[in-house]
């Protein structure tokens, strides 16, 4: 690869990290302002956006949306259930033999 390649490249990959993050920030702006200032789960979901066209896509949709879930939807990750968890009593070998311990354990589903 010959250095003026090189360099272009490496400057085109700067470009659209530039305009990736120029982006993110008009969509932190004109969410704030029409949905409120948003949570930490909606931040760090926001910040790991890395496709130019989706969160373009986010900044047009801003007007329609009434809330950050609304507007964010699948990409927010699922609420884990509590009901999904269940106290179930393990048994474990030890130095002085069996021992009877109960943790929190994911449900299995049938």
């Known amino acids: ?3 003026p390649s090189l360099y272009q490249l490496a400057w085109e990959i700067g470009f659209r990290k530039g305009q990736l ?5 008009i ?3 004109l969410g ?3 949905l409120g200032p948003p949570g930490d789960q ?3 979901v926001i910040e790991r956006l890395t496709d130019l066209e989706q969160v373009e896509d986010l900044v047009l949709r801003v007007w329609a949306a009434r809330s950050w879930p609304a507007l964010l939807g ?3 990750p699922a609420p884990r259930a509590a009901a999904a968890l269940t106290r179930t009593p393990k048994v474990r070998a030890g130095r002085r033999g069996a021992v009877l311990c109960q ?3 994911p ?3 049938p």
């Open 42 to 44: 909606i931040a760090d």
């Open 32 to 34: 704030d302002k029409e």
């Open 74 to 76: 699948p990409l927010l």
């Open 107 to 109: 449900r299995r589903r």
């Open 103 to 105: 943790r929190w354990t």
């Open 21 to 25: 993050k120029e982006a993110k920030k």
């Open 1 to 3: 690869m010959q250095w």
């Open 27 to 29: 969509l932190r702006m």
